[in-house]
């Protein structure tokens, strides 16, 4: 959906200039995304503005020149990107989500992962919020977990995304909340994911190396979750009674050292150097939850849900730049 607009244009052939007016189509519905310099935020702006929305792209440390540089945690900052732009719909992705590193650095973990939501909450009047969280708000003890099953965080990152939740839901009832299992996609360096992380350790070949077999995941691509924002986005402009919590997540279930064989299987690499660990890692900071496998029936009965893109095909599209021959394409597309 675009709307008409007028735009002169000149128009040069041999012997003659003219001056004419081009009918030009714009996107009428606009689409802001925090975070959009991160993993997941790269794939949600890629998908609104794929398909027809006038989107902007927040980051900060790694904002490029495409991108607005907005530090969330300035209440003036964010007010001002938000009543210049006036988004239709803003999508929230930017958190701390590395669990160790938020048991390492709780403040500025708490700042992001909760005061900016109350912050960009009480700016969001009128505009639908969608909020990235995560299955790590559940205990993972007795999956799976619907969307209205009470939470119980095991670590601090899981409590910080619950209590972003919270901020959300407190400031803007309109809003909704979108919990997500582990995410991999298009990455800038393999270690900005926890799926793609196994790269190196497939690589590596000759020697053995031991990879968790024990905690159960539901490793999740990024493209697809965008597609599943875009239609939550486009849905709630028709009709505003869309809110409240949803759950998506891909179907293949995989402990880290069977993502690491079928890592190795898409890109007929040898395994038998992967050993699998069947006692829970120690040394970790964070603990995690054992299987939070999320039940995700809200958005398939709404008729949201998209397929999940197969983890062998996806995985091939996310890590085929980081092939040992094909290392000069990173420096083109990354």
Known sequence: MS?????????????????????????????????????LGRAVYKEFKNNDWDALGTGYNRARPCFLKCNLLDEDA???????????????????????????????????????????????????????????VFDGRNPPYGENDAPNPLNLYGKSKLEGEREILRHCPGAAVLRVPILFGEVEKVEESAVTVLWDRVQEGAESCTI??????????TNDVARVCRNMAERAL??????????????????????????????NLPSSHL????????????????????ECSRLEL????VEPTPFKTAIRDSLWPFQHDKHWRQTVFH
Do not use: W
């Open 3 to 39: 709307i008409r607009d007028k735009e002169l244009k000149i128009h040069f052939k041999p012997g003659h200039v003219e001056l004419v007016q081009d009918e030009v189509y714009t996107p009428y519905r606009r689409v802001l995304v925090t975070g959009a310099t991160g993993l």
């Open 78 to 136: 964010v007010r001002g990107a938000i009543q210049g732009f006036q988004p239709h719909v803003i999508v929230h992705c930017a958190a701390e989500r590395r669990p160790d590193v938020v048991e390492r650095h709780t403040e500025a973990a708490m700042n992001l992962n909760v005061h900016a939501c109350a912050s960009l909450a009480k700016e969001a009047a009128g505009i639908f919020l969608i909020y990235i969280s995560t299955d790590y």
């Open 212 to 221: 968790d077999h024990c905690q159960q995941r539901f490793p999740t691509y």
């Open 238 to 267: 028709q009709d505003p009674s869309l809110r409240g919590i949803f759950h998506y997540s891909a179907k293949e279930q995989m402990t880290k050292y069977e993502i690491a064989c079928a890592i190795a299987d898409a890109f």
């Open 275 to 294: 050993i699998p660990m069947t006692e829970q890692p120690a040394g970790a900071a964070a603990q995690r939850p054992q299987n939070a496998q999320l």
């Open 302 to 305: 709404l008729g949201l849900s």
